[in-house]
């Protein structure tokens, strides 16, 4: 069942640049207590006004907040802490209105949230696995490799714009001992994902796919998945975080139109 997604308080308590392309933020406040305690990985809502700011006390009639979602990669329920994870993009132009908010956040500054929602996932105890991520996913996907069984073959491709960012972010990724971890260094705008999707290898049925990342790269990654190899659908998770070249709402759009064409193929 999806939680119920009471807005909560936050508050900024430390912000850390992981590399030059990510930033972390750690929340602390008295609303996390209302957390469940096992939300790692979940995903909640910040929440903005139509101008960009976390005040939104002041919308005018019939106004509705923004909102970006965004996954939960600690949460720590004993010190009531929470951390989130930026893409901090090249430019101001590029940038979505939270990672605007990000990249100029202060301690001691104030945002409400929504949520947290759980997503769906694969199953944490198949004997195969390969998983593709891009910068946007890997919370996600740090979370999912966390649960996995203790002993899985297989493979996770992880797409990063700089050799700094696979640096900051190697420690947090503990691929389990028979899984292989390849960093595929390239620009976001390149189909780094893609390219190595015909070299992959799925034995049994036994196998799943999780894959989270740009929405062409996805659909790229999910239609190969499809026509070649014969998996439980319930083995896979598809899912689109952002999509080149088209704005955080246009997005949306699409997204929910391809999920709702991909669920008609039965």
């Excluded at 009471?6 to 406040?29: E, H, M, Q």
């Excluded at 896979?236 to 246009?250: A, I, L």
Aim: charged share 25%; proline share 5%; with cysteine.
């Amino acid at each position: 069942m999806k939680r119920k997604m009471v807005p909560k308080s936050l508050t900024v308590i430390a912000t850390s640049k992981l590399s030059d392309n990510y930033l972390r933020i750690r929340f602390s406040g008295e609303d996390l207590a209302r957390m469940p305690e096992d939300c790692t990985g979940d995903y909640i809502k910040l929440i903005f006004s139509q101008n960009g700011s976390t005040e939104i006390g002041d919308l005018g009639e019939g106004q509705r907040p923004i909102m970006r979602t965004y996954t939960i990669r600690h949460f720590d329920p004993n010190n009531q802490t929470l951390d989130v994870d930026f893409v901090l993009h090249d430019s101001e132009q590029s940038s979505g209105v939270a990672s605007k908010w990000a990249a100029n956040a202060q301690v001691g500054d104030t945002i409400k949230i929504g949520g947290p929602g759980h997503s769906d996932t694969v199953p944490f105890d198949l004997s195969h696995y390969v998983m593709f991520a891009d910068m946007t996913s890997l919370p996600a996907l740090s979370a999912t490799v966390a649960q996995l069984s203790e002993k899985p073959s297989g493979d996770i491709y992880i797409q990063v714009s700089d050799n700094t960012d696979r640096q900051a972010l190697e420690g947090e990724i503990n691929a389990p001992e028979g899984m292989q971890l390849h960093w595929l260094v390239a620009s976001p705008h390149q189909p780094a994902l893609t390219s190595v999707v015909d070299s992959i290898s799925l034995p049994h049925n036994q196998a799943g796919v999780w894959c989270a990342c740009e929405f062409s790269q996805m659909r790229a990654i999910r239609r190969h998945i499809s026509d070649h190899f014969e998996l439980e659908r319930s083995h896979c998770y598809f899912s689109s975080y952002w999509k080149d070249g088209v704005t955080e709402d246009g997005h949306k759009v699409l997204k929910k139109e391809d999920a709702e064409a991909f669920s008609q193929k039965g």
